[in-house]
């Protein structure tokens, strides 16, 4: 009686587990929601959806409160990393804009990927879309005056500056947005399909990065669904991005691919800044980029049910006996 109620116990147990996991691998607030819905704030706290961990380096996040952050990179020329995917977002075939505001009082880099290796970085007066592996990857900065935009915190005097970052999970390309003085998003930089093959996170992914020791303060980023500055639709993304037309509201910018860019450091020695990093620092191997996730998931859901029936056979065995 007592082995039979064992048996009973272990069963219920591992059904429980095998219908958690399920439900955990199923997460999804994409699709129920409308385009232009918001979908999920950060946490800078983190929570149960939002996981962040230092993947390299020593990025230092200080809390201010839930929606705002201090990045620091704790080692100086070298590459710091801290973030984690968002469950829930898959990002495969789908859009989102991530909005987001960074706030400097002294010179400072500050970077946002959204899978650990593709994103946006730069300082106050210019940004660019990053490629962590390879410069190779990497566009040019964009220089907001030399572009003709006129845009608030420049000169870093903790002037606020409003950020949005379309994703296209669909064509894998990135455009990013900052607003201008008069409050409207003009076009920085954005990336063309065919230069990121494949995005390496399963769901879409907040990671924060800083390659010197400086200061930069994040708030307020929000992710909500589709592409809500541009416009763009996921079904538009077969028209070739020369007959494309640009939204009324930006200004396009030429975003002529560059090579490595080559930038005078506070000590005045010039450092090449390979995706945010020193030509020397390979972010292919520090990187945490485990790539996507969806055979893992179903090789555990499939190694439950196994167990699940053969303690079956065994109770069912046992009772016969």
Known sequence: MKKSFIC?????????????SAAASSLDFYTPAADGDLLYTVNMYGDQ????????????????????????????????????????????????????????NEKACFGLY????????????????????????????????????????????????NYALEVNGQACTLRLYIMDKYGE?????????????VFATDNLGIYFYSYYSQNAIVS???????????????????VPP?????????????????????KPNESGETTTENSGGEGT?????????SGKKGCGSAFAANTGAIVLFVLSALCLRKKKR
Request: include cysteine.
């Open 8 to 20: 009973i116990l272990a069963l219920c147990l591992l059904a429980a587990t095998a219908t958690l």
């Open 49 to 104: 959806f939002w996981k962040p961990e230092k993947t390299v380096g020593d990025l230092q996040l200080t809390v201010i409160d839930e929606k705002t952050a201090n990045v620091y990179g704790g080692k100086n020329s070298a590459q710091n990393w801290y973030g984690g995917e968002i469950e829930g977002l898959p990002l495969e075939n789908n859009a989102y804009t991530i909005k987001f505001t960074v706030t400097r």
């Open 114 to 161: 959204v899978d650990g290796i593709y994103g946006v970085y730069g300082y106050a007066d210019q940004y660019r879309i990053m490629n962590g592996p390879s410069s190779l990857g990497a566009h040019g900065y964009i220089n907001y005056e030399n572009v003709g935009l006129e845009i608030p915190g420049t000169q870093n005097d903790g002037t606020p500056q």
């Open 185 to 197: 998003y003009q076009l920085v930089d954005e990336s063309y399909p065919g230069e990121i093959l």
């Open 220 to 238: 307020d980023i929000e992710i909500y669904k589709g592409m809500i500055i541009s416009g763009e639709k996921l079904s538009d993304t077969t």
């Open 242 to 262: 020369e007959t494309s037309k640009a939204p009324e509201t930006t200004k396009t910018v030429e975003t002529t691919k560059a090579p490595e860019t080559s």
């Open 281 to 289: 620092t390979k972010a292919a191997e520090t990187t945490k980029t």
